[in-house]
Each structure stands twice: as structure tokens, then as C-alpha cells.
């Protein structure tokens, strides 16, 4: 999809005429969730707007020195609002405890690239092709020529850095790369972000990661990985489990997984499923059958189940692909 300046316009027009503004994005937040939502705080700020952060759930220990936390509310008040920005979320229930916003603001904007976004908000710019909502995000900022803060542009940097896995996943395009350059030349510091991100876990959540990646399970011909995070864990380790990131990645990284699989244990009857797909199969339509979504090497969904039983719902599913 090629934006489409109509729309762009309506939304600024809209950033105008409105006092409260809210951003939102999902639940559980990741790198590009919380760079997008925080680079349009960091555009609205300046121009005399009541704005407002909604996220639900902790901030992970390595975007924190970038996230000045108190500007984040930690729970909905029932206020409303005259517009409400939602990025990175392809549904409303992926809000979380913030979805009654979106019925408490009088107008809405939806930014996003997953493919299972429904567009659901009265203007929807949606882009699959795009690396990140942070690289769509920049488009639609710099559309009518607006300048971003170095703030902002690092932001932006670290929702795209992430979203793409360090730049190295499929998603990638060369257009990406010329907007990173871009960013640099607004001062992004490169090997700083890259240091915080990715070179400072804790010990304690290395300790975690550790207990996960030995628990990783292989079938069918050891084209299937899964593992497990469970609140087990987390306790014995005193990590959250935003914390724990980059499991099924690695489990992705073994030669003859072609799909990854990571369940996180939120409550006793609650799993998370995350899946990685490193050829042909589509884990985002897989994901769809079970209410999630996402993308199609990169998916994820929730069951109303335990760690265990959602193990041997996901063993049984992909033995459609693997089993012999």
C-alpha cells in the first residue's frame, strides 16, 4: 500500500483540531511497540497537546534508559478523549485493559503492518510490506515534511532495529536501510542503542534465559522447536517476562528447525504463544486459527490453557506439516 496523502492530511488535520490525545499500542509491549508509541509522543509534545500513553504491561529492562516510565499510565480512568492513536495492534482486545479507549475517544487512527489488521479505526494506514510500525510511523511523520527530534528519530531507530531482528530478517527492504540512514543523520548514536538493546542483560535474566533455551524440545525430525517460559522461572530468577526475549529465535537458529515455538506462562490458565517460521510455512495463518495473528514467518496467540496442554495442542497442530 503507498500512503496516501488524503489520509495523512485528515490525520494531522485531526492532531489539530483535537486538545486530548491518547497513544496506544499492544499489550505486552516489544521494541517496535513501544519505539513507535514513544517517537509520536515525543511529535505531539511539542505542540501544546494534553497527551496521554497507554500501555499495558511492563517496560522490558533494556528499553528502559530510553523510557522516561512516569509519562506511561498504568491504569484507564475512564477519561475521554477527542483522538486516540493505535500503533502497532492489529485488534482492539490486544490493548489489553486500555480496549474501553477506543470507545471513549471521539475519533481513532490506526498504524500498523501486521496483515491481520482488520482496520478497525476511522482512518487505517496499514502497510504488510513494511519492516516495523516504527518505519511506517516515519513515513507518515515526514509525509508533510515534519522534522523529527533526535528523540524521536532514535525511537523510530529502535522500533525498526528490532522489529527487523538487527536487520536481517525477510522484512527488510532497501528502502528500510535508506530510512535508517536518514535517522543516523538526525543523530541516532548506532552502537549505543545497539549496547542497551542487545548487550545488557542482567544476570539474573541470563540465568532465566538459560533455564528456557534447556528446555527446548525437538520433534519431527527436529523440525519443530518449542520451549517454555513459566512463571517458575521467572519467580526463581526475580525476571518479568518481558524480559526473557530472543528464545524463539534461538531455538529458530538450530540448522533443521523450520519452525520455532515459545510458550509463556502469563497465568495458570493462560499461555502465550509465540512462533517463527524460517521457510515456507505461514505461522500467521496457523496463528489465525487460534484467534492471534501476525506475520507470516513471525506469528503469535493466546490459549485459555496450561503451559502443558498448549504444548501438546501446538505438537499435534504442526504434525498437519511435519508428521510422518
Known amino acids: 500500500m503507498n500512503l496516501k496523502m488524503n489520509d495523512v492530511k485528515e490525520i494531522f488535520n485531526l492532531i489539530n483540531s483535537s ?67 493505535i500503533l502497532d495492534c492489529s485488534d482492539i482486545d490486544r490493548l489489553g485493559k486500555f480496549k474501553d479507549v477506543f470507545n471513549n475517544s471521539k475519533k481513532s487512527v490506526c498504524i500498523d503492518h501486521h496483515k491481520t489488521n482488520d482496520s478497525f479505526a476511522d482512518i487505517n494506514v ?22 523529527l527530534t533526535k528523540k524521536a528519530a532514535t525511537y523510530i531507530y529502535i522500533a525498526i532495529l528490532t522489529d527487523t531482528g538487527k536487520f536481517s530478517y525477510s522484512n527488510t527492504s532497501s528502502q528500510t536501510h535508506r530510512k535508517t540512514a536518514e535517522l543516523i543523520d538526525l543523530g541516532v548514536e548506532v552502537a549505543e542503542i545497539d549496547n542497551t538493546v542487545y548487550n545488557s542483560k542482567p544476570s539474573n535474566v541470563v ?27 521467572l519467580e ?29 506462562e502469563h497465568e495458570e490458565n493462560s499461555t ?35 503451559v502443558e496442554n498448549t504444548k501438546k495442542l501446538l505438537i499435534d497442530t504442526f504434525k498437519e506439516y511435519f508428521g510422518e
Open 126 to 147: 496499514i502497510d504488510m510490506s513494511m519492516s516495523s510500525t516504527g518505519e511506517l510511523l516515519y513515513d507518515v511523520l515526514k509525509t508533510l515534511g515534519q522534522k
Open 272 to 306: 502465550k504463544v509465540s512462533l517463527r517460521s524460517k521457510n515456507n510455512i505461514d505461522v500467521s495463518a496457523i496463528s489465525a486459527r487460534f484467534g492471534g495473528g501476525g506475520h507470516a514467518k513471525a506469528a503469535g496467540f493466546e490459549v485459555k490453557d496450561t
Open 207 to 233: 540465568k532465566a534465559y538459560i533455564e528456557c533455551i534447556s528446555s527446548i524440545e525437538l520433534y519431527y525430525d527436529n523440525k519443530f522447536g518449542i520451549a517454555s517460559i513459566t512463571q517458575k522461572i
Open 236 to 264: 526463581k530468577n526475580d525476571a518479568d517476562m518481558g524480559d526473557i526475549d530472543g528464545v524463539v529465535e534461538f531455538i529458530r537458529e538450530i540448522k533443521e528447525v523450520e519452525v520455532s515455538c515459545v510458550l509463556k
Open 19 to 85: 486538545e486530548d490525545i491518547c497513544i496506544t499500542g499492544h499489550k505486552s509491549p516489544d521494541g517496535d511497540c513501544i519505539g513507535s508509541v514513544m517517537a509520536l509522543y515525543e511529535f505531539l509534545k511539542p505542540l501544546d497537546k494534553n497527551v496521554t500513553v497507554c500501555i499495558d504491561g511492563k517496560i522490558p529492562f533494556n528499553y528502559r534508559p530510553f523510557v522516561n516510565e512516569d509519562v506511561i499510565s498504568q491504569e484507564y480512568d475512564g477519561k475521554k478523549f477527542d483522538l486516540l492513536f
